[in-house]
């Protein structure tokens, strides 16, 4: 079962709940000139995410189809919905296009280059690329310009059945979801690379208004501060990127 919040003008969050994993799957539709949907869903999830979709538009007028990076909930479903939305294309960043879509897409994707500007008509969407974060050297965000609403993936991922949108501080939870990690398999999810630092800082000068998570509830608010708080809390679980130099060659010395 998909519910549907508008989480900023015109953009919809559909969130699919899957309680074995205590996550929520969310995708999000512009509704504007060009259609996009951002993060296709799993192929599992697509009948049900296709019906609520048709709630809301047209699906044959489904002109963009996004995602940050290559996974089975960004893009897994994307074939099918590119033989439901005959006009679509599937868009990601340059790296995406050309080691990922050219072999897996029925249809070619348009790959985005460092701060080129997709506009859904009355929206325009900034291509940030961000290898590695969240993961996958083919990453990137999409920052809408008029709302100030950042569509940032697997970023500040944190778990439950939780609100489509929050004010309430929502690092608490992310850092909680995270650390629940560490001791599973899945404790690789985000690397904190000697990059991360920098490019949350880039984030964080857009001065966005609206997080909208893929996991986890939307945030609005003081989203720069998030991001520069997201930082601080990735570096203290996931660890502190690259040694200085003078520690690695001291250490190996002693080896
Ligand atoms: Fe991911
Ligand atoms: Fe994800």
Not at 1 to 25: C, G, K
Not at 148 to 161: A, I, M, T, W
Not at 179 to 195: E, K, R, V
């Amino acid at each position: 079962m998909t519910t549907i919040h508008e989480i900023a003008p015109d953009l919809y969050r559909l969130s699919v709940w899957a309680p074995a994993l205590n996550m929520q799957f969310n995708h999000f539709l512009i509704k504007d000139d060009e259609p996009m949907l951002y993060h296709t869903g799993t192929r599992m999830m697509f009948p049900d995410l296709k019906e609520a979709v048709a709630r809301l538009i047209d699906l044959k007028k489904i002109r963009w189809i996004g995602f940050s990076h290559f996974e089975v909930d960004e893009c897994g479903a994307l074939n099918e919905w590119l033989q439901v939305a005959p006009k679509a294309q599937a868009v990601c960043s340059e790296v995406g296009a050309l080691v990922n879509m050219s072999d897996f897409a029925i249809r070619p994707a348009r790959g985005l280059s460092k701060a080129e500007v997709l506009s859904t008509g009355r929206y325009q969407y900034r291509f940030i690329p961000t290898p590695h974060l969240p993961h996958g050297w083919d990453a990137g965000v999409l920052f809408e310009e008029t709302n100030k609403v950042l569509l940032c993936s697997d970023l500040f991922h944190h778990n439950g059945n939780v609100a489509a949108l929050t004010t309430s501080d929502i690092l608490g939870n992310v850092r909680d979801s995270m650390m629940a990690m560490q001791n599973t398999p899945l404790h690789s999810y985000m690397p904190y690379t000697n990059q991360t630092g920098q490019l949350l800082q880039e984030l964080a000068d857009l001065q966005p208004s609206t997080l909208a998570t893929m996991h986890g509830s939307s945030f609005y608010g003081n989203c720069s501060q998030a991001l520069k708080d997201l930082n601080v809390v990735m570096k203290e679980v996931l660890g502190g990127g690259e040694m200085p130099l003078q520690t690695r060659v001291n250490q190996t010395e002693i080896a």
